[in-house]
């Protein structure tokens, strides 16, 4: 399920990636490390290849409070955030998180 989101959404993701790593090298690192060994895992078993992506993914649409609030101090990852929540498939991926418990 999270490769089809990922796939859908792979540009956005990659620019908000590359903008976070950019700005602030680490943070993906800790939010990859925050996650919990079976989150990890069904995200690495689901997207291999875009595991960071898809974690990214979790958290810009359906955990973006747990965002540092300092990331959303930079225009263009605000604008790439709200770019993954703007569209339909937002709330189906939400809808599907919330069915799976991976929210």
């Known amino acids: 399920m999270h490769l089809f989101f990922v796939l859908l959404n792979f540009r956005t ?8 790593n950019w700005k602030h090298p680490s ?28 974690v990214l993914l979790n958290f ?21 955030i709200q770019k993954l929540n703007a569209g339909k498939a937002a709330s189906i991926y939400r809808f599907f998180c919330k069915m799976s418990g991976y929210d």
């Open 13 to 20: 993701l990659g620019r908000l990636g590359a903008r976070i």
């Open 27 to 54: 943070v993906l690192d800790q939010l990859w490390e925050q996650q919990p060994f079976a989150r990890k895992f069904d995200v690495v078993c689901g997207s291999a290849v875009f595991s960071k992506r898809a």
């Open 60 to 80: 810009a649409v359906v955990n973006p409070e747990k965002l540092p609030v300092y990331l959303l101090g930079d225009d263009q990852i605000a604008e790439q």
